[in-house]
């Protein structure tokens, strides 16, 4: 697919030749009545005046692609601002206390002045501290001048998860920092403006290698020192195949000489990872160091854990009584929290967190309960500290009342398992409005709360990764474990007979009027719209997906599938249909439930409705016979070849609709057209269907002309499996990529139907 094509440049009063030419160093234009006027004369055009350019694209490549938008804007959009250094999302940070870790601290800055290696990881279980001493340590080297770029992962978060996020944030950074890199970057970019879109190795490549490269082959462009790049949570990067691709790409480039740049990686020493960073190729290049809790941490939590309570005994908030020996915590009482922290850093914090909670405002009452929490703490902690950082999680949930306890979990069920929704969100589904803050009000040492006034945009959160852990691990948490199959069943039950309301108020003029009062008046009453819905049916699909059998009950599959049959699918907004595809046959096929048989069919079963639908199916295709999809898979999209259209009803009477999904070039791309009974195709949907059609034709000459050439022995300058770099060629139409797997247009020939004529 080509690019935008390059203007011509006319010179008033010359031969009349015009000459195509790039704008490289010229600053943006302005364009006045079709002549342009420079405001910074320099470049090719310096001193230029009495021309016109036409039909062109001006590019300036110190800030400009050829598309015309900013190289930082470009990069931003792409990449998770929120997972940098000084991000709001992540304030305040973890950090370091003063005077603690100093050895490791003092270890990776000998190493970031004189290094001896590439790449440092840094690695130890949850809770030692891994992400203060990446925040200290980058603000550091940040003072020194060093800081390259640094990306913090973070689970929860979809964009700070998502592997294709980092590339293009770590050069955004470098390109604030080094305006010769950015220089570099802009000529890339307008070579191939679909960079970004590109796989992890070669974002790696064009971004961070070949610019670089280039900057080191010319000498006035030589950087004095390597720049510092901090990866932090690489293990709670969504994709594991990914991390360890990332390692690899980073340990390649760590041994170039024309790359100046020092990577120290932190994360959890997690099998996969383990086994990667101990290959013998990595041993030259990469320095481990595992952090260990040892008596030097213990010191250092112990000092953390005065110092705190030092602040909150002389915060201007409080009233504390002091025992006669003047120590708070009494000195017995101290040592019955240090020893229980055993070294362990989250540990430590959750402690702080308990006796200054801002919700009490009682740190004495408080520091009893603690210790109350604390008993019998000491001689598990001091064997086994994750161990006791359990079951002190589980005191801190055992102080939430029973009355509020099933709405807690249902909350942090929807934590762990969605992201998606807002504390007002959840309230709704869960039918618990107004008493989030007030059933949280014992886990705000765990659990992040937004305030009233943030309730319909945000959602609680927690402090660690490490409390997200525990709940998930029914062995764990156990009754305080978050049920998946009620979450499903909440989703499901609950939202989509709201869902539904939305979908006929965005449709009015295909339901009835009385129908239409009443979903306007429900919809007014609820505290989002219907994305922060479709958003939940997203998670739904990919739990289906899962094909965990043990996840609902039989009562849970039932009201899941009243729900599912209730709603009104002929209002199926794009997209809509292929989840509850997924889901119906998920549910269907893995948990053996006893949803009707023909729920979801490609046969005339409903009368009169399927007859209509297929009529109406017959128009949009003008009588070109179509392939049913086939329900019988468990992934029912799966049958459908590249480039091929395909059809099934779903639903039952006036509710039901019929789904024509045509699947283009990549398998993992479809498009949708839904027919209801109610009236025919519309003019768009038939002018949508014969693009399809055109794009069909085109793909099916192009597989003639390889066929042939290969009959003939030749060689084609197309390739079918992949394009440029190794990757899925951007063809023509509505995709890129291609696979092997049957692309024939056969089966149920969806002509004009009789009213009344039934098919098998």
Same mark, same amino acid.
Request: glycine share 8%; with cysteine; hydrophobic share 35%.
């Given at each position: 697919?080509?690019?935008?094509?390059?203007?011509?440049?006319?010179?008033?009063?010359?031969?009349?030749?015009?000459?195509?030419?790039?704008?490289?160093?010229?600053?943006?234009?302005?364009?006045?009545?079709?002549?342009?006027?420079?405001?910074?004369?320099?470049?090719?055009?310096?001193?230029?005046?009495?021309?016109?350019?036409?039909?062109?694209?001006?590019?300036?490549?110190?800030?400009?692609?050829?598309?015309?938008?900013?190289?930082?804007?470009?990069?931003?959009?792409?990449?998770?601002?929120?997972?940098?250094?000084?991000?709001?999302?992540?304030?305040?940070?973890?950090?370091?206390?003063?005077?603690?870790?100093?050895?490791?601290?003092?270890?990776?800055?000998?190493?970031?002045?004189?290094?001896?290696?590439?790449?440092?990881?840094?690695?130890?279980?949850?809770?030692?501290?891994?992400?203060?001493?990446?925040?200290?340590?980058?603000?550091?080297?940040?003072?020194?001048?060093?800081?390259?770029?640094?990306?913090?992962?973070?689970?929860?978060?979809?964009?700070?998860?998502?592997?294709?996020?980092?590339?293009?944030?770590?050069?955004?950074?470098?390109?604030?920092?080094?305006?010769?890199?950015?220089?570099?970057?802009?000529?890339?970019?307008?070579?191939?403006?679909?960079?970004?879109?590109?796989?992890?190795?070669?974002?790696?490549?064009?971004?961070?290698?070949?610019?670089?490269?280039?900057?080191?082959?010319?000498?006035?462009?030589?950087?004095?020192?390597?720049?510092?790049?901090?990866?932090?949570?690489?293990?709670?990067?969504?994709?594991?195949?990914?991390?360890?691709?990332?390692?690899?790409?980073?340990?390649?480039?760590?041994?170039?000489?024309?790359?100046?740049?020092?990577?120290?990686?932190?994360?959890?020493?997690?099998?996969?990872?383990?086994?990667?960073?101990?290959?013998?190729?990595?041993?030259?290049?990469?320095?481990?160091?595992?952090?260990?809790?040892?008596?030097?941490?213990?010191?250092?939590?112990?000092?953390?854990?005065?110092?705190?309570?030092?602040?909150?005994?002389?915060?201007?908030?409080?009233?504390?009584?002091?025992?006669?020996?003047?120590?708070?915590?009494?000195?017995?009482?101290?040592? /019955?929290?240090?020893? =229980?922290?055993?070294? !362990?850093?989250?540990?430590? @914090?959750?402690?702080?967190? #308990? *006796?200054?909670? &801002?919700?009490?405002?009682?740190?004495?009452?408080?520091?009893?309960?603690?210790?109350?929490?604390?008993?019998?703490?000491?001689?598990?902690?001091?064997?086994?500290?994750?161990?006791?950082?359990?079951?002190?999680?589980?005191?801190?949930?055992?102080?939430?009342?029973?009355?509020?306890?099933?709405?807690?979990?249902?909350?942090?069920?929807?934590?762990?398992?969605?992201?998606?929704?807002?504390?007002?969100?959840?309230? /709704?589904?869960?039918? =618990?409005?107004?008493? !989030?803050?007030?059933?949280? @009000?014992?886990?705000?040492? #765990? *659990?992040?709360? &937004?305030?009233?006034?943030?309730?319909?945009?945000?959602?609680?959160?927690?402090?660690?990764?490490?409390?997200?852990?525990?709940?998930?691990?029914?062995?764990?948490?156990?009754?305080?474990?978050?049920?998946?199959?009620?979450?499903?069943?909440?989703?499901?039950?609950?939202?989509?007979?709201?869902?539904?309301?939305?979908?006929?108020?965005?449709?009015?003029?295909?339901?009835?009027?009385?129908?239409?009062?009443?979903?306007?008046?429900?919809?007014?009453?609820?505290?989002?719209?219907?994305?922060?819905?479709?958003?939940?049916?997203?998670?739904?699909?990919?739990?289906?997906?899962?094909?965990?059998?043990?996840?609902?009950?039989?009562?849970?599959?039932?009201?899941?599938?009243?729900?599912?049959?209730?709603?009104?699918?002929?209002?199926?907004?794009?997209?809509?249909?292929?989840?509850?595809?997924?889901?119906?046959?998920?549910?269907?096929?893995?948990?053996?439930?006893?949803?009707?048989?023909?729920?979801?069919?490609?046969?005339?079963?409903?009368?009169?409705?399927?007859?209509?639908?297929?009529?109406?199916?017959?128009?949009?295709?003008?009588?070109?016979?179509?392939?049913?999809?086939?329900?019988?898979?468990?992934?029912?999209?799966?049958?459908?070849?590249?480039?091929?259209?395909?059809?099934?009803?779903?639903?039952?009477?006036?509710?039901?609709?019929?789904?024509?999904?045509?699947?283009?070039?990549?398998?993992?791309?479809?498009?949708?057209?839904?027919?209801?009974?109610?009236?025919?195709?519309?003019?768009?949907?038939?002018?949508?269907?014969?693009?399809?059609?055109?794009?069909?034709?085109?793909?099916?000459?192009?597989?003639?002309?390889?066929?042939?050439?290969?009959?003939?022995?030749?060689?084609?300058?197309?390739?079918?499996?992949?394009?440029?770099?190794?990757?899925?060629?951007?063809?023509?139409?509505?995709?890129?990529?291609?696979?092997?797997?049957?692309?024939?247009?056969?089966?149920?020939?969806?002509?004009?139907?009789?009213?009344?004529?039934?098919?098998?």
């Amino acid at each position: 697919m080509s690019g935008p094509q390059l203007g011509h440049v006319e010179a008033l009063g010359s031969s009349g030749r015009s000459y195509p030419m790039v704008a490289e160093g010229v600053q943006p234009l302005l364009v006045d009545s079709g002549y342009v006027h420079n405001t910074t004369p320099r470049g090719h055009f310096s001193g230029a005046h009495d021309f016109i350019i036409k039909d062109t694209t001006m590019n300036d490549y110190n800030n400009y692609f050829i598309t015309g938008q900013p190289v930082l804007d470009r990069l931003m959009d792409a990449g998770a601002p929120d997972a940098g250094l000084n991000a709001n999302a992540r304030y305040p940070p973890p950090k370091c206390h003063p005077d603690s870790r100093r050895r490791i601290l003092e270890k990776l800055e000998q190493w970031l002045l004189d290094p001896h290696w590439g790449m440092f990881w840094l690695y130890g279980p949850a809770g030692v501290g891994k992400s203060a001493i990446a925040q200290t340590f980058a603000e550091h080297a940040k003072t020194l001048e060093r800081l390259g770029a640094a990306y913090f992962f973070f689970a929860p978060d979809d964009k700070r998860s998502d592997p294709l996020c980092l590339i293009p944030s770590l050069a955004y950074q470098l390109a604030v920092l080094d305006a010769p890199y950015k220089e570099a970057l802009a000529p890339l970019f307008a070579a191939d403006p679909s960079i970004l879109r590109k796989t992890l190795h070669l974002q790696f490549q064009r971004l961070i290698v070949d610019p670089f490269s280039l900057l080191a082959s010319r000498p006035q462009h030589a950087t004095r020192h390597p720049y510092l790049v901090v990866i932090d949570g690489l293990d709670e990067c969504s994709d594991e195949l990914a991390q360890d691709e990332l390692i690899c790409l980073i340990n390649k480039a760590s041994q170039r000489k024309d790359l100046p740049l020092l990577w120290l990686i932190c994360s959890r020493p997690e099998p996969y990872l383990m086994y990667t960073f101990s290959r013998p190729d990595y041993s030259i290049r990469c320095y481990r160091e595992e952090l260990v809790i040892d008596d030097e941490t213990r010191r250092d939590v112990e000092r953390y854990l005065r110092d705190s309570f030092e602040k909150i005994l002389t915060s201007s908030r409080y009233v504390i009584t002091v025992p006669q020996d003047g120590c708070w915590p009494p000195q017995d009482d101290f040592r /019955v929290i240090s020893r =229980a922290s055993s070294g !362990l850093f989250i540990f430590a @914090e959750t402690v702080i967190r #308990v *006796v200054n909670d &801002p919700e009490v405002r009682n740190p004495t009452i408080q520091l009893k309960l603690l210790l109350g929490m604390l008993k019998g703490l000491n001689h598990v902690g001091a064997r086994n500290p994750l161990r006791a950082l359990d079951i002190f999680y589980t005191r801190i949930l055992s102080k939430v009342s029973d009355l509020y306890l099933p709405v807690v979990t249902d909350f942090l069920g929807f934590r762990i398992y969605s992201d998606r929704h807002t504390v007002r969100g959840v309230e /709704v589904l869960c039918g =618990a409005e107004g008493i !989030l803050h007030g059933a949280m @009000e014992d886990l705000h040492s #765990v *659990v992040r709360v &937004p305030p009233l006034e943030d309730a319909a945009k945000k959602f609680i959160s927690f402090y660690h990764k490490s409390f997200g852990d525990y709940l998930k691990d029914h062995r764990r948490s156990g009754r305080f474990h978050p049920s998946k199959g009620r979450f499903i069943t909440t989703v499901v039950a609950k939202g989509l007979p709201i869902y539904n309301h939305f979908l006929a108020c965005r449709n009015p003029d295909r339901v009835l009027p009385e129908e239409l009062a009443l979903s306007q008046s429900i919809t007014q009453q609820w505290p989002f719209d219907g994305n922060e819905m479709a958003v939940g049916f997203r998670t739904l699909w990919h739990l289906s997906n899962a094909k965990q059998k043990d996840v609902l009950t039989a009562d849970d599959t039932a009201s899941c599938f009243t729900a599912i049959r209730d709603l009104n699918f002929s209002l199926t907004e794009t997209n809509g249909t292929l989840y509850f595809f997924s889901l119906q046959n998920a549910i269907y096929q893995d948990w053996n439930t006893n949803i009707e048989q023909d729920f979801l069919r490609t046969h005339v079963v409903d009368e009169p409705t399927d007859t209509k639908l297929l009529h109406h199916l017959s128009i949009l295709t003008n009588g070109k016979p179509i392939k049913p999809i086939d329900i019988t898979r468990a992934e029912p999209l799966g049958g459908l070849g590249r480039c091929t259209m395909g059809y099934a009803i779903v639903g039952w009477g006036s509710k039901a609709c019929i789904a024509c999904i045509y699947r283009g070039y990549a398998t993992s791309e479809t498009w949708e057209i839904y027919l209801g009974t109610q009236s025919p195709p519309t003019t768009d949907q038939i002018s949508e269907f014969r693009t399809w059609e055109e794009v069909t034709e085109s793909y099916e000459a192009r597989q003639e002309d390889t066929t042939q050439l290969g009959e003939k022995g030749g060689e084609s300058d197309y390739s079918e499996d992949t394009g440029v770099d190794g990757e899925y060629e951007e063809g023509i139409g509505l995709g890129g990529g291609y696979e092997d797997i049957e692309s024939n247009i056969t089966g149920f020939r969806a002509g004009p139907v009789p009213w009344g004529t039934s098919y098998s």
